[in-house]
């Protein structure tokens, strides 16, 4: 069965600061991984997707992804934090065992970036 | 282009009751999936459709359906309300080219609130 972790459930950074947002995941295949962002009372905000090539994945906002196969890790990065950075930020696998488009959820880690 | 779209964004029930909640896709989109967002059971997929068929279910009770129109729009229904159900429920959508490659991208959410 395809799961995700994310170990942490608080990271804190100060602005300006790099962050680091920890992933592994455990898959039966190749792994298919997205990283979401949730705001307050909004819904998931996709960030960035590791489907196949360069081990560094590019995202929005400044946001990057480093995919670690041998790690079984997919650790979401950002060279400078910003206050307005700070959000709930959630680790999916996608199980396509399934043959479908379900999108299996890690806990979540709340991000506070503090001024 | 618009993003999902989700009707209507707060609801109050009483248990034993019923609800319907919509969603829109992206205009293109033609996957629509369904997830239940809480503070203790996280983000757990409920149902997925393509082309006005369930591709796909998660474990919950028979008392959530769901279906999707010839426009690719989906409802959600809940009946016999229960306290647990109070939620938030997303709706996200996909263009269903590729599962490997497609992006999820989420409504804002409804919030279920059951007393």
């Known amino acids: 069965a395809q799961s995700v972790a994310q170990p942490e459930d608080q990271v804190n950074v100060a602005e300006g600061n790099p962050l680091t947002v920890k992933c592994t995941y455990s898959?039966?295949?190749?792994?298919?991984l997205f990283w979401y962002v949730q705001y307050p009372n909004r819904g998931l905000q996709f960030l960035l997707k590791?489907?196949?090539?360069?081990?560094l994945v590019k995202g929005s906002y400044g946001f990057e992804a480093e995919f670690n196969k041998s790690q079984t890790s997919f650790h979401l990065k950002k060279p400078s934090a910003l206050v307005s950075d700070s959000a709930l930020y959630f680790c999916a696998v996608r199980d396509v065992e399934d043959s479908s488009y379900k999108l299996i959820f890690g806990s979540g880690t709340r991000l506070l970036v503090r001024p | 282009k618009a993003g999902v779209t989700q009707t209507p964004r707060y609801l109050i029930k009483t248990r034993g009751q019923q609800v319907t909640l919509s969603c829109s896709p992206i205009s293109g989109h033609r996957s629509v999936s369904w997830y239940q967002q809480t503070p203790g059971q996280g983000l757990q997929f409920l149902f997925e459709?393509?082309?006005?068929?369930?591709?796909n279910k998660g474990n919950f009770p028979g008392r959530f359906s769901g279906r999707q129109f010839s426009n690719s729009r989906s409802e959600m229904n809940v009946s016999t309300l229960e306290l647990g159900d109070s939620a938030l429920y997303l709706c996200?959508?996909?263009?269903?080219?590729?599962?490997?490659?497609?992006?999820?991208?989420f409504g804002p959410g409804t919030r279920l609130t059951v007393l």
């Open positions: 459709y393509f082309s006005e068929t369930q591709r």
């Open positions: 590791y489907i196949t090539g360069d081990n």
């Open positions: 898959v039966s295949g190749n792994p298919y």
């Open positions: 996200a959508s996909s263009l269903a080219f590729s599962i490997v490659e497609d992006t999820q991208y």
